[in-house]
């Protein structure tokens, strides 16, 4: 299991999506766009032994099929000029004049027959087809997919090799998607489609918390995190609030027009509308009330965070925020689909 970032913002501007989470979870893609912190798997979490296994499976069939060469092989598929899709084959077959891209998947007894059953609409086939679209596009070649069938002790008993002719979605699908997410990020807000699927890097976003999931280094990270965005709210609250005062200054009129065509407009808006208590008071001594029985006070959960201190550090880090600072989850406000219906099935 990789720990590369399922999307990679680089220094120069350029956006890159691993090609292993193209086909995810819609929320899952969209935050890591957005810069929201994964959370890694605790490391006696059963997930964890599957990936092990499945690492272990794939390079002993590599190493009794030496043919098979540019073994983890990164590729790159430009989407625009700023987008690319990075990836790392399993291999490459020279087995034909053009040769097969080879996807190597291990499976235990129910996982294969439910492959036998429903091919690449079953378990998380679906979203290696958008994987193994993007290996196969670049490489404009087939695929050979081997399935490999461990028991119980994890031993490997069966193996069954396939083919698949042409790409499940072509590279307009794949940019497509992409322009979709990049889209959605644009608008700075975490609304999307979420499919939970285990294992989901940002598990914490789901409707539902699997406790089970959660330990101290889950805690240790989502506590930066949260600190990480206050701190950053703050800041850009901040600058928000230079950048009006010194418009308002360098803007004789209300209305300007940069040579660039940038419009700058300040306007007049009615504020929220707010109690006269002078008058209401005066109002209520005539009839004999007090404006403290038509006010009521509630209590909401409130949290603090406490970071340990640096070693270059005097002091630890404490905040204090209420209930209404969280992250907007899936659900609240209009949902963003990021994927189209369509694309090539074989």
């Known amino acids: ?27 899952a893609l969209l935050a890591a766009r957005l810069g929201y912190e994964p959370v890694p798997l605790k490391a006696d979490a059963p997930m964890m032994r599957v990936f092990e296994r499945g690492k272990r499976i794939e390079d002993e069939y590599l190493e009794s099929h030496r043919y098979i060469c540019e073994r983890q092989q990164e590729i790159y598929l430009d989407v625009t000029g700023r987008l690319k899709v990075v990836g790392h084959i399993d291999g490459f077959a020279r087995d034909s004049f053009q040769g097969h891209v080879v996807e190597i998947k291990s499976q235990n007894r129910v996982a294969w027959d439910e492959f036998e059953r429903s091919h690449w609409d079953s378990g998380l086939f679906p979203k290696y087809k958008w994987q193994v679209s993007c290996y196969m596009i670049a490489y404009d070649a087939p695929l050979k997919l081997v399935r490999v069938l461990v028991d119980d002790e994890g031993r490997a008993v069966e193996e069954h090799v396939s083919y698949v002719d042409e790409p499940f979605y072509s590279l307009a699908d794949i940019r497509s998607r992409i322009l979709r997410v990049e889209a959605a990020a644009a608008t700075g807000v975490l609304s999307a489609e979420c499919t939970p699927a285990f294992p989901c890097p940002y598990f914490y976003l789901h409707e539902e918390i699997d406790r089970e999931l959660i330990d101290d280094e889950t805690i240790d990270v989502l506590a930066h995190e ?10 850009a609250r901040g600058k928000q609030d230079a950048a009006r005062r010194a418009l308002r200054e360098a803007s004789e009129q209300d209305k300007y027009e940069t040579a ?4 700058v407009t300040f306007y ?9 208590r002078e008058s209401l008071d005066e109002f209520l001594k005539e009839n004999g009330r007090k404006f403290d029985e038509f006010t009521t006070q509630g209590q909401s959960e409130r949290l603090r965070v406490t970071l340990p201190k640096e070693d270059d550090e005097s002091t630890s880090s404490v905040s204090e ?16 689909h990021l994927v189209e219906s369509g694309g090539m099935d074989s």
Do not use: H, Q
């Open 260 to 263: 660039s065509g940038v419009r």
């Open 321 to 336: 925020t209420g209930t209404d600072s969280g992250v907007r989850s899936a659900g609240s406000g209009e949902v963003i």
């Open 1 to 27: 299991m990789s720990d590369a970032p399922s999307v990679w913002l680089r220094d120069d501007g350029r956006v890159e999506y691993r090609a292993s989470a193209l086909g995810g979870c819609d929320m």
């Open 268 to 276: 007049m808006a009615k504020n929220p509308p707010k109690v006269d």
């Open 226 to 235: 949260y600190e990480d965005a206050r701190a950053a709210s703050a800041a």
